[in-house]
């Protein structure tokens, strides 16, 4: 407030003290000749030009004391004088994001925003109320808006709850990204749709609970079910590769943790000890991934061979391979043909889910490129970032699909990387959904899913999808 009182050369702090000098020099040149008076024509006359000098110096007084009340009021009322929709009431909480730049004319910095400005309030009409506020004139935005440096830019949600204000020169790149960042989507289309959500399941899951995969939630081949011991009782997995999923995930002390696991005969349909079989691997001509089968004997193995190719390798050969990619995120095995290609600093790794793919920036805290797909079309997406933001998404329509589950406790968490993806739009999203029945979660912005994982200590992301955390119980 000192600032802008001693920036702005409207305020009136400097008149009175003119005005004073003034006055004390009349009395001091009516002193002066009054005495002269005296010299000359005595006591008397003194008297009389004393009574003068007197009424002199008492008018000039009234006139300081209405000079400077003049200006005091003046002041008071220019702050009362801020137009009605200039107040933040009216200018944010009317369903649309809002930046308030508050700065004076004269300003440098001030001079340079308002081009920016002007053109946001072109680009993003009916998106973005963007509005500058004119400090010099009315400097009683000052405190309505809590500014000490000129220009302040204050960033709104569209509930008129502020999010962010930075002070001095931003530049346009700065401010659409930092919205970005902020997770407030300024394309048309995701303003409209990202209201999206399903909380309470279409269908009721009532397969029986031993058909489920622990890992991934779908149904159990019971010709590739792998069963493993733990502490609380036996896990079914739908398949070798969920188990190395969840082996992945494991925080525990993993020596001798083959010993805990079983696979099924592909021929005898029994459960066999998993270290001691052997496994056909070979790639599905139609997805490009790995089909693995388990078996008791070579012979039983060499005669499946036959018919579906691949090669027959052992346990040991088959954990190396399963574990050979993994998410850069969660560290999580993946296949390549299913994970999202991250690119980051020149290197390759993969992402087990679109969220995780953008968790790359936050865990390495480098500029990253993902190249994802449509989970209902398989159309490619790519999101390029930069210092967190989200810097470009192709196509700008792309939504992601945030899977989550309620928790005994009511809280929502998310349901696990099973369970989210990135559509090119949101009515691949919906469709997505209707076809999935048991999914809960909403639809979120792209540049959300890479803040909420922008905001993640490096605490949350050592732990991130570790089993217990996020995995489906
Ligand atoms: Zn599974
Ligand atoms: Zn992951």
């Known amino acids: 407030m000192e600032m802008l009182l001693q920036q702005c050369p409207c305020s009136g702090g400097k008149g009175s003290p003119l005005l004073l000098l003034a006055v004390v020099a009349g009395v001091w040149l ?83 925003m308002a081009p920016i ?20 004139r009315f400097p009683a935005l000052a405190e309505v808006y809590r500014i000490s440096i000129q220009p302040t830019q204050i960033f709104y949600d569209a509930s008129g709850k502020e999010l962010f204000r930075h002070e001095a020169f931003y530049s346009k790149e700065d401010i659409l ?8 989507d300024l394309t048309g289309g995701q303003l409209q749709s990202s209201t999206f959500e399903r909380l309470v399941p279409a269908k009721t899951d009532d397969r029986p609970k031993d058909s489920i995969c622990y890992m991934c939630d779908g149904d159990i081949n019971p010709k590739t079910l792998v069963t493993v011991q733990t502490d609380k009782g036996p896990v079914r997995l739908c398949s070798p590769h ?61 005669a499946e061979q036959e018919t579906s190719g691949g090669n027959i390798i052992d346990w040991t050969m088959l954990q190396e391979k399963e574990l050979a990619a993994r998410c850069g995120f969660c560290d999580r095995a993946v296949y390549r043909e299913d994970a999202a290609v991250v690119r980051a600093a020149g290197v390759y790794t993969w992402g087990c889910c679109s969220h995780c793919a953008l968790g790359v920036a936050a865990r390495t805290g480098l500029d990253i490129e993902v190249h994802e797909h449509d989970r209902l079309t ?10 967190g933001s989200v810097a470009s998404l192709e196509p700008a329509t792309a939504v992601a699909w945030f899977g989550q589950r ?32 048991y999914e809960t979660g909403r639809l979120i912005s792209v540049s959300q899913t890479l803040a909420d994982k922008m905001k993640l200590s490096p605490q949350q992301i050592q732990k991130a999808c570790k089993i217990g955390e996020c995995a489906p119980k």
């Open 30 to 112: 009516l002193a002066s000749w009054a005495r002269s008076v005296y010299r000359k024509e005595g006591v008397s006359l003194m008297n009389k030009v004393g009574k003068i000098g007197i009424v002199v110096v008492l008018i000039a007084a009234v006139v300081v004391v209405i000079v400077v009340k003049s200006n005091k009021s003046g002041q008071g009322t220019a702050a009362q004088e801020i137009p009605a929709e200039y107040m933040p009431g009216q200018l944010t909480g009317k369903g649309l994001p809002a930046l308030i730049d508050v700065g004076a004319g004269i300003c440098i910095p001030c001079k340079l």
């Open 117 to 136: 400005l002007e053109e946001l309030k072109k680009e993003m009409e009916g998106r973005l109320v963007v509005q500058f506020l004119d400090i010099g």
């Open 177 to 184: 990204s930092k919205w970005k960042e902020l997770g407030v």
């Open 242 to 302: 969920c188990y190395f999923i969840m082996y992945s995930c494991l925080t525990e002390d993993k020596a001798g943790f083959e010993k805990k696991v079983s696979v099924t005969d592909w021929v005898a349909d029994k459960l066999i000890p998993a270290a001691s079989a052997v496994y056909l691997y070979a790639l599905d001509s139609r997805t490009g991934r790995p089909m693995v089968k388990a078996f008791a004997e070579a012979e039983r193995a060499r």
């Open 378 to 387: 398989a159309q490619e997406i790519v999101v390029k970032t930069l210092n």
């Open 406 to 437: 309620q928790r005994p406790d009511g809280a929502w968490g998310s349901a696990g990387c099973f369970h989210q993806g990135f559509f090119v739009n949101a009515e691949n999203l919906k469709k997505w959904v209707e076809q999935n029945p």
